[in-house]
């Protein structure tokens, strides 16, 4: 048994684990008090290293969440089918911990071990022998969880990259909708802009086609909470912003530009097999917007 001193000692630790393992301040409380519960009804036991024992068993907890969710056939959930008070626990999570909200998104479409494989060892430097034992395989599958892992994140195709002109008007557009300020986005746009989006994605009775600068500035105002929690990624390899409040993903935006301002904008839900990875290079890296809440 690991006395509670210890694992106190070890909480904030196993949360950050459990917390990039789940994508959830709920569920990575419950895998730490899981793993409370577990390692104090353990049979006694020669623990040399606590917080490394530890780890090892909220691991456990959270791969056979993790391997629950995939054999149900659970889609990771989006943002808008998450209660608001979860919502704003994970996205205050992400600020506390200075967590990329790019690597939440993409983090949640790994299997199961290539997950576990990544965050351990990338981000946590857990030896592969560990994550090997902790998975119930080789150290050279673990390896390669981890190499797969790698490369769904950074497999951006450098084909579709823009230019940094291009990133410019859009940063700026984004940036100004954000904050509301309809003066700015209309000296971004063409006088014949279009806002398509995807009907479940917006309040109903609100048009999926809206025309006309001024017509979508004032629109884009109403939601510029969602626009805060945008951050550039790569969809199917094309350059596009995914909002993810929280970390979770909500919606893909499509950004055209013609001539140097934006003419078209397209909200959408991705496909689950859609390729998302992080920002092909040369691309500003992700960040957390400081307005986010």
């Known amino acids: 048994m690991v006395p509670i001193a210890e694992f106190e000692a070890a909480r904030p630790q196993l949360f950050a684990v459990a ?4 994508g ?55 943002a808008d089918l998450i209660p608001a008070e979860a919502r704003t626990a994970d996205e205050h999570c992400l600020r506390r911990e200075n967590i990329s909200r790019a690597l939440m998104v993409v983090l949640d479409r790994l299997t199961p071990p290539q997950r576990v494989a990544y965050v351990l060892h990338d981000l946590f430097d857990v030896p592969f022998r560990e994550v090997a034992h902790t998975l119930g395989t080789s150290s050279d599958n673990a390896k390669k969880h981890a190499s797969r892992a790698r490369r769904r994140i950074e497999q951006a195709d450098p084909a579709f990259a823009t230019t940094a002109e291009e990133r ?17 986005m209309l000296a971004l746009m063409t006088d014949d802009c279009v ?43 094309r350059p596009a912003h995914v909002i993810a409040p929280g970390g979770h993903l909500l919606a893909v935006v499509e950004v055209t530009l013609r001539n140097g301002r934006v003419s078209r904008i397209d909200i959408v839900r991705p496909h689950p097999d859609t390729a998302i ?4 290079v040369g691309s500003p890296q992700p960040t957390l917007d400081p307005r986010s809440n």
Do not use: Y
Not at 207 to 220: L, Q
């Open 24 to 78: 959830s301040v709920h569920d990575a409380e419950d895998a730490v008090q899981t793993t409370w519960i577990k390692a104090s009804t353990a049979d006694a036991v020669d623990v040399r290293n606590p917080a490394a024992w530890l780890t090892t068993v909220l691991t456990h907890v959270c791969l056979d969440q993790l391997r629950t969710r995939r054999r149900r056939g659970e889609e990771p959930l989006l």
């Open 195 to 237: 806002r398509a989006a995807d009907p479940a994605l917006v309040p109903p009775g609100t048009p999926p086609v809206v025309s006309g600068a001024r017509a979508v500035a004032e629109e884009t105002r109403l939601f510029a909470d969602r626009i805060r929690a945008a951050v550039p990624m790569t969809v199917a390899g």
């Open 19 to 22: 917390f990039r393992l789940l």
């Open 168 to 184: 410019a008007v859009v940063d700026a557009f984004l940036d100004a909708a954000a904050g509301g300020d309809i003066d700015r």
């Open 277 to 280: 990875s992080m920002p092909a």
